[in-house]
C-alpha cells in the first residue's frame, strides 16, 4: 500500500506549472535545430529616420554639457600632429580610422556604419600606402580584426587596427 500524499496548493502550482512550460515548449520549440538559425547575418545599413544617437531629454545641466563635450571628442578628427588641416592631434601610430564618429555615423552620430566605408579612403589619406585587406570594401560595412588568441595562446578577442600612419 502506497503512503499518502499531501499535495499543497504552492507544490500543486508548481507542478501545473512545470507541465505547462514543458507542453509549451513541445509545442513552440523546432524538432531539429537548425545550424542556420544561429548564423551571423550583417543586416546592412540601417534606413529610415535616426531612432538613437540624441541625448535623453531627462537629463540635468551638467549631464547634457558632458554629453556635448563627448559627442565633440567622438566627432573629432584626428592626425598625428594635428597639422592636416580640419584635424587635432592625437591619431596613431595603429588606427582602424581618423574618428569614431566616422565608423559610427548611421543613420546618426553613434550608430553604425556608413552605406560607404570611410576605411577605404583614410587607409591612403596623406600618401600613406596601407594595404586595405580584402574584407574591407567601398560598399561594405566598417570592418575590423579581431582574433581569437594572443600569439601565447590566451583568448584575446579584442579589436586590432588595420592600418599605421606610416603606410
Not at 576605411?119 to 581569437?148: M, S, W, Y
Amino acid at each position: 500500500m502506497l503512503p499518502k500524499v499531501r499535495i499543497t496548493r504552492r507544490g500543486l502550482g508548481a507542478i501545473v506549472l512545470a507541465i505547462g512550460a514543458g507542453l509549451l515548449m513541445t509545442a513552440v520549440l523546432p524538432r531539429e535545430v537548425s545550424s542556420d538559425l544561429f548564423a551571423a547575418r550583417d543586416p546592412g545599413v540601417r534606413t529610415g529616420p535616426a531612432g538613437a544617437g540624441g541625448m535623453l531629454s531627462s537629463r540635468t545641466a551638467l549631464e547634457q554639457q558632458l554629453f556635448g563635450v563627448g559627442l565633440e571628442a567622438f566627432e573629432e578628427v584626428q592626425s598625428v600632429q594635428g597639422t592636416i588641416p580640419q584635424t587635432e592631434a592625437g591619431l596613431g601610430p595603429r588606427f582602424n580610422l581618423d574618428s569614431c564618429a566616422g565608423c559610427h555615423a548611421q543613420p546618426a552620430i553613434g550608430g553604425t556604419s556608413p552605406a560607404v566605408n570611410p576605411q577605404v579612403d583614410v587607409a591612403n589619406k596623406e600618401l600613406a600606402t596601407n594595404v586595405i585587406p580584402f574584407f574591407v570594401t567601398q560598399n561594405g560595412p566598417v570592418r575590423e580584426a579581431r582574433f581569437k588568441f594572443k600569439p601565447n595562446g590566451t583568448p584575446d578577442g579584442g579589436v586590432h587596427a588595420l592600418f599605421t600612419i606610416t603606410g
